[in-house]
């Protein structure tokens, strides 16, 4: 490497690091090749509730189970006929023509029945199990199509802090391809900003300027050797761009929404997130995942992780205890407040009509999903614990048909009876909606060939 070009690389480096640290040019330079033209999605929306969602008072209601073990939200009638929620869901019941429910979901391979586990296996499509550590689907979707937005790294979760954010994998692809996380305790603080994607001050205005008039002489100097400027280099050229583009401050920006639809998606963390990750959709980046957590503040006393994981008290009104005295459940609120089911209830159905609205549902595959359920019986402690035997998720958009229920689970909620589903597929329909090639491998550090998304078929009815 000549004298010239070391210089050259040297400053690229020093300035953007300066600026951002490694991450950001890291992600820029994910090489990528278009998606099919006639791929029904060109982005997808993971809305993930960490914990472990009880599909008995949500989206499978079983009224008819025995009294000791019922839940006490009753089923209500949607926008559907025959396709009923729980109580607990005016709102997505009011939207219900839009989504498919898929009541079968569940795991065949044993284990993953506890968090860091399950959400690895919802994060990636693949059982934790499995002999190659697999990456997130976000990280492969990245890695195999790029994204349409260069300003903003491909893949982001909104805001990545959950209870087991580190579940977060890369797997046999280099740290460059990894998540970008937001952060934030909560987005619904006017103070809230992406540190990250901000230039620091001493790099602010003439200094930036400076220092990118320092490069393009270096360029000019560069390009009379008659070798092209390429590789690594022209992705800290775009991160130049991500510090001066409106554009990326724009998209985390909630203030550029108007009050009528902040008020729509409800007040407070979760309709921030929920909002945070559609302002992201619309500004091009090919994969969003949601994760909330509402955070600790005097508002909900008790509650210091308020995750979906009700193994104590899941009905009660408030929270559900501070001490661990009963089966670990503690911190959280009951599944009907509104820091629960209510914030996202309303933040969901906001969503959804939010993107249908903007023209952005049609080509936007919207996935709300969690690691797995709630056994349909009450544990001593008044709460249900982990169950990996049926639970549900709901899929929109990107030519999803609406109003529909796929699966089916007996009549106790408890196990998956008609057309069951995995994990598996589900990753596999994600990659099939964005006209992804799974017969082109991956390559690890050795340069071994992986393949990805084997392990299953899609899920048909939603394709």
Wanted: glycine fraction near 10%; charged fraction near 20%.
């Amino acid at each position: 490497m000549s004298h010239l070009e070391l210089t050259r690389r040297r400053l690229l480096k020093s300035t953007t690091a300066g600026v951002l640290g490694m991450s950001l040019p890291q992600c820029l330079a994910l090489q990528a090749q278009a998606a099919s033209g006639n791929a029904p999605a060109k982005r997808v929306l993971v809305i993930y509730e960490q914990g472990g969602m009880s599909q008995l008072d949500t989206f499978d209601p079983k009224h008819d189970v025995v009294s000791d073990h019922r839940s006490p939200y009753a089923p209500i009638s949607t926008t559907v006929p025959g396709m009923q929620f729980t109580s607990l869901l005016p709102c997505t019941a009011n939207v219900a023509h839009k989504l498919s429910v898929i009541r079968s979901m569940h795991h065949v391979v044993p284990g993953a029945n506890e968090h860091p586990g399950g959400t690895q296996y919802a994060l990636s499509g693949m059982h934790p199990s499995y002999p190659i550590s697999m990456p997130d689907l976000g990280c492969i979707v990245s890695k195999t199509i790029g994204t349409d937005c260069p300003s903003l790294p491909p893949y982001i979760m909104v805001p990545g802090n959950h209870e087991q954010n580190s579940a977060s994998k890369t797997g046999f692809l280099p740290a460059a391809d990894k998540v970008f996380k937001t952060g934030g305790h909560d987005l619904s603080d006017p103070k809230w900003t992406v540190a990250d994607l901000l230039p620091i001050r001493e790099n602010t205005s003439d200094r930036l300027s400076a220092r990118q008039q320092m490069l393009s002489r270096l360029d000019g100097r560069f390009s009379e050797t008659g070798r092209k400027v390429d590789g690594m280099d022209r992705f800290y050229e775009q991160a130049f761009d991500t510090l001066t583009n409106s554009q990326v401050s724009k998209a985390f920006d909630l203030s550029t929404e108007s009050p009528l639809v902040r008020e729509k998606y409800g007040p407070g963390h979760r309709g921030a997130c929920y909002l945070v990750g559609r302002k992201l959709i619309e500004a091009g980046v090919r994969f969003v995942t949601v994760d909330t957590i509402w955070p600790f503040s005097p508002d909900v006393p008790g509650g210091f992780l308020l995750n979906w994981d009700h193994h104590d008290l899941i009905y009660a009104p408030g929270s559900c205890g501070t001490v661990r005295n009963m089966a670990g459940g503690e911190g959280r609120y009951g599944i009907g407040h509104w820091v629960m089911t209510g914030s996202m209830d309303r933040a969901f159905a906001a969503l959804i009509d939010d993107l249908d609205q903007r023209g952005l549902l049609a080509e936007t595959l919207v996935c709300l999903v969690t690691e797995f359920g709630r056994t349909p019986k009450l544990n001593k402690f008044g709460g249900r614990d982990h169950w990996t035997e049926t639970y549900s998720i709901v899929m929109a958009g990107a030519g999803v048909p609406g109003g529909q229920i796929v699966g089916k689970s007996d009549a106790d909620g408890g196990y998956a009876i008609e057309d069951p589903h995995t994990p598996e597929e589900y990753g596999v329909t994600i990659y099939e909606k964005l006209g992804i090639n799974r017969d082109i491998p991956l390559h690890d550090a050795t340069n071994r060939p992986i393949f990805f998304g084997h392990a299953a078929e899609s899920i048909r009815a939603v394709m």
